[in-house]
């Protein structure tokens, strides 16, 4: 099962070089300093809607052919999806047990413990109070393992026979996935005004961090693979597609507060999100430009770049180490790159070769 592989997508790879810098942007800048781009940085929280969309994407594009053919093994599947994410999670973890302290003072007892005993084990993401415990970025991969248990099933699903058909499947799962934001909108439960990426509230943490809010998006995505095998690479619909898709999400980014948070936040982007991808997965003019080595050289560290920005940010700023080399006042421009460099490191020198260790052990090496 393992040895047969699509062709690499390198245009989605290089954008998620974007999507993950666009996360750091968002935590640790003032989106100001982006000049026209503020508005994209500052909604830097579309970019993991992006990425679970993606993750459905990809998934789909490489096995959902196998798995109609009765090819793919659902344990071999997981134990592969284990091997892949859970040693830079695990870093990202143990990176952060000076956050202990802070978490112990932030809840009660129990759910202090039940945040110590469920993020290790990827399930911290169903109880929003703890959802961002330790790790902020860690609840992302409690709702994909979820995601990643339910796609062996999702991957049967029939192949698509016509456009029009499976569109209109992709729409009825994008309906769905806006109802929890609309729903917030309509009864407004925590009582917030004018909900924003400041806000929060225990129904608004349940919006953005449960599983189940950002299902949709997944299903979306592999819905999408199931799209992009009927439409030809060198169609030029792909390019028209992809200029689209970036120039709605800009359009109603640029909105600003006029789009309610709670549906921008998840859901609304979701065809923008699939006109980008099925331009990126096309033999066009953008994709080339998107594709790029560079830039699919950095893209490959953005799970270690997405997963570990907390953790290297705090390691660059509490070790001082910029005074020391007197280099403070390039910061934080400085900052992002070091952190581009120990992504890249954690890449190479810790999650390929734990992965390949990890294969051998659990008997899922090619």
């Not at 830097?44 to 053919?69: H, P």
Request: hydrophobic content about 50%; glycine content about 8%.
């Amino acid at each position: 099962m393992e040895t047969r592989k699509r062709a690499r997508l390198d245009a989605l790879t290089g954008l998620r070089c974007f999507a993950a810098l666009n996360i750091v942007f968002f935590h640790f800048s003032n989106p100001q300093w982006f000049g026209w781009l503020a508005p994209v940085v500052n909604a830097g929280y579309a970019s993991v809607s992006y990425f679970i969309l993606l993750s459905g994407f990809v998934l789909g594009y490489n096995y959902c052919e196998r798995a109609r053919n009765g090819e793919l093994d659902k344990v071999r599947f997981w134990k592969a999806r284990f091997t892949r994410i859970y040693p830079i999670y695990l870093l990202s973890l143990l990176l952060s047990w000076r956050m202990l302290s802070q978490e112990y003072a932030a809840h009660t007892h129990g759910m202090f413990w039940a945040g110590v005993v469920l993020t290790p084990i990827l399930l911290q993401g169903w109880l929003p109070s703890i959802a961002t415990f330790l790790n902020t970025p860690a609840w992302t991969m409690s709702a994909e393992s979820f995601y990643y248990f339910m796609f062996p099933w999702m991957a049967r699903w029939k192949r698509p026979e016509r456009i029009r058909q499976q569109v209109a499947r992709m729409a009825g799962v994008w309906m769905l996935g806006l109802i929890p934001g609309a729903l917030y909108i309509a009864f407004n439960p925590d009582g917030i005004a004018h909900p924003d990426r400041w806000s929060s509230g225990p129904w608004l943490q349940a919006l953005k961090y449960t599983p189940w809010a950002h299902v949709a998006s997944f299903v979306f995505g592999v819905m999408l693979a199931g799209l992009d095998e009927l439409v030809e690479r060198a169609s030029p619909l792909r390019l028209w597609l992809g200029i689209g898709g970036f120039a709605g999400i800009y359009c109603l980014l640029a909105m600003g507060p006029l789009v309610p948070y709670a549906i921008i936040h998840d859901g609304l982007l979701m065809p923008l999100f699939a006109c980008i991808v099925l331009g990126l997965a096309g033999e066009n003019p953008l994709s080339k430009a998107l594709g790029w080595r560079p830039l699919v050289f950095v893209g490959e560290a953005s799970y270690c770049l997405y997963l570990l920005h907390f953790n290297l940010w705090n390691i660059v700023h509490d070790s001082h180490v910029l005074d020391w080399l007197g280099l403070k006042r390039f910061d934080p421009w400085i900052s992002y790159a070091l952190l581009i460099a120990m992504a890249l490191g954690a890449l190479h020198f810790i999650e390929k070769p734990s992965q390949r260790l990890l294969r051998r052990w659990m008997g899922t090496a090619a």
